[in-house]
């Protein structure tokens, strides 16, 4: 039997994606296995996730690292230690330093509650509402060195209401990012996607089917 894709999945708070991964891992419909969690905030409650399904989870510290290059060269260790392939950013709020992403170039993805490259950053849904777009939606996306700038994997579209607020704007968005995530994850597992410039090609996707399918909500592929 083939070995199955071992990934990390690096969150900072609630981990709610982390939760809907694990879900579709459990349910098959992730050919992978979460090999560890790992955040930077010991009383995030992925943490808690992460090991109430017994997947070893970590807290590395941040204070105890003069410089984010020293923090990343710990976790790369660790990730190195697991044999981790591909590592999963669900809300994980640091950035990631330049060595560590070349050490794992093409092989992190992250996930970002708007269409980018609108809203790159932090207060995605404040400034979708500021702005006054009829359309926001989330992005799953290889992560490069920039902030949310790495080649795009999947999106998915989602309204915005005259009376949202962010709080249900988040929720709407959140819902769809919980299908996205897992979806782009398994793709990789496929061996399915392949990178071409800024472009992420699906290989396997009938593109007539696709051609043809409602945009509205869509998942493209
Ligand atoms: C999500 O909205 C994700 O898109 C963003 O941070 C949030 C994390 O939520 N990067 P959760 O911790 O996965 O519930």
Redesign the pocket.
Known sequence: MQRRLRLSVL??????????IIDACEAGQIDAVIALVISNVAE???LERGRRHGIESAFIDPSLYRTSGEFDATLLDLLRKHEVELVC?????RLLSPPFVEAYSNRIM????ALLPAFPGLH?HRQALQHGVKLSG?TVHFVDEGVDTGPIIIQAVVPVLDDDTEEAL?AR??AY??QI?PRAIQLFAEGRLEIRGRRVLCHGTDTSQARDKQAWGAMNP
Do not use: D, F, K, V
Not at 11 to 20: F, H, P, V
Not at 89 to 93: F, K, S
């Open positions: 969150a900072s708070g609630r981990g709610s994606n982390l939760q809907a995030a409650y992925a950013l669900a809300g994980y709020m992250n996930i970002h509650p995605t989330c988040s968005i959140l990012e919980h995530y």
